[in-house]
C-alpha cells in the first residue's frame, strides 16, 4: 500500500488560500486519493477526493499531476474554522476492503 | 437524521475490566471499521466487518473483540488483555465492500476511553 508524506504543520491567516502537498510515491494504478479533515475530538470528516488532473467541490480544490506521486489540497481563503489537521490518504481494495492508512497528518493552524 | 452514533462519549475503566464501545449506523453502510488514535498520531485500524457475522483483524487488534449481528451494529470490546487502551476510538462505516475504488469512509463522534 502506497505511503502518504505531507508536512507536520502549516500556518495560514485568514482570508489566504492555503495549499498542502503529500507525496505517494509508490501510488498504484487503481489507487484513489482522499483527503480529511479531524477537529480535536471529533471523527475525520471526508473532505474530497480524485484520481487524476484536478477535482473542485463546494470546500475544496484537488489537484493532481499527471504521474500521480503527488497530490496538492488547495482550500480557498481560509478562517478560523478551518484550523484542524488534515490526512492525505491513498489507498484502494485490499484483501476485499477499503484499506485506509492514516499517517500523523497536517496540522492546519489559521491565525486572525 | 442519518449517521454514525457511537456511545459513550466518555468512558472509564479500572484496570482488569472488560468494557464495550457501541457503534451504530443507519446508512445502510455494508462495511464498518474501528480505529484507534493516540494523541498526536493518525488513526491505527483494529478491526473492520465487510458484511454481518464477518469481520477482519486490522493492524492492531491484539486486545480487541468485535461482533457484527447486525448490519448497523459493530461494537467493540477491549478486554483486559489491552496493556494500554487509554486512547480515542473511532467507529467508520462505508458503502461498498468489494467494489473497485476506494468509497469514503464516515466517521462517527468517537469514545474517549480513560484507564483508572
Redesign the interface.
Known sequence: LAKTTQPISMDSYEGQEVNITCSHNNIATNDYITWYQQFPSQGPRFIIQGYKTKVTNEVASLFIPADRKSSTLSLPRVSLSDTAVYYCLVGALSGGYNKLIFGAGTRLAVHP | DGG?TQSPKYLFRKEGQNVTLSCEQNLNHD?MYW?RQDP??????IY?S?IVNDF?KGDIAEGYSVSREKKESFPLTVTSAQKNPTA?Y???S?S???????????????T?LTVL
Open positions: 454514525i462495511a480505529y498526536g498520531q493518525g488513526l491505527r485500524l473492520y465487510q477482519q480515542f473511532l467507529c467508520a462505508s461498498s465492500a468489494g467494489r473497485a475504488g476506494t468509497d469514503t469512509q464516515y466517521f462517527g463522534p468517537g474517549r
